[in-house]
């Protein structure tokens, strides 16, 4: 069965501080890995796309990293700040015809002054 | 830019009662997902149509759940007789899911159901 696992489940930190955000995953034949954000009260977005081949991808303050041999991801956010407390799913997608994507239950990140 | 649309934002409604809530994907979009995403968990997929096409319905309550694409294009969800249990929110998603192109999920806004 394919699934989506994600650490920690909730997480606490000061603004400007660094974080990271763990996805394991076992999902086959796999195609893609996304990461979303989710903004209380509002639907996910799209923050990266990772493919098999790539090892490393940033979006400004977040940088996503894959290990497909492991079948391990990370999101990394760097100087944090007020706006950054949300949630983070991470889904992944299995290839052959519809994308078909498998979530995580995410992560909640709280950022204080 | 181009969006998912979801109505109504807010619903409450007393258990029993039926409700319907609708989603106008991305032009062009012809995929559509239908989630409920409980507080603090992640989005559990209830249908993916592929078109006008049932994909996938198999975590869908069909006892009191329901849903259309008629047209392959808006769709809506049906809960009738609508439980305590059935309170969430209920997230619409929209992806290309052409040969070669991604398969990025664009969601709405959602729908947040309150059952009393």
């Known amino acids: 069965k394919n699934q989506v696992e994600q650490s920690p489940q909730s997480l606490i930190i000061l603004e400007g501080k660094n974080c990271t955000l763990q996805?394991?995953?076992?999902?086959?034949?796999?195609?893609?890995l996304r990461w979303y954000k989710q903004d209380t009260g509002r639907g996910p977005v799209s923050l990266t796309i990772?493919?098999?081949?790539?090892n490393t991808k940033s979006n400004g303050r977040y940088t996503a990293t894959l290990d497909a041999d492991t079948k391990q991801s990370s999101l990394h956010i760097t100087a944090s700040q007020l706006s950054d407390s949300a949630s983070y799913i991470c889904?992944?997608?299995?290839?052959?015809?519809?994308?078909?994507?498998?979530f995580g239950r995410g992560t909640s990140l709280i950022v204080h002054p | 830019e181009a969006e998912v649309a979801q109505s109504p934002r807010y619903k409450i409604t007393e258990k029993s009662q039926a409700v319907a809530f609708w989603c106008d994907p991305i032009?062009?979009?012809?995929?559509l997902y239908w989630y409920r995403q409980i507080l603090g968990q992640g989005p559990e997929l209830l249908v993916q149509?592929?078109?006008?096409?049932?994909?996938?319905d198999s975590q869908l309550p069909k006892d009191r759940f329901s849903a259309e694409r008629l047209k392959g294009v808006d769709s809506t969800l049906k809960i009738q007789p609508a439980e305590l249990g059935d309170s969430a929110m209920y997230l619409c998603?929209?992806?290309?899911?052409?040969?070669?192109?991604?398969?990025?999920?664009?969601f709405g806004e959602g729908s947040r159901l309150t059952v009393l």
């Open positions: 998603a929209s992806s290309h899911d052409r040969e070669g192109v991604t398969g990025e999920l664009f």
């Open positions: 996805c394991n995953y076992t999902v086959s034949p796999f195609s893609n």
């Open positions: 990772m493919t098999f081949s790539e």
């Open positions: 889904v992944v997608s299995t290839s052959g015809g519809s994308y078909i994507p498998t």
């Open positions: 032009s062009g979009h012809a995929t």
């Open positions: 149509f592929q078109d006008e096409s049932v994909v996938d």
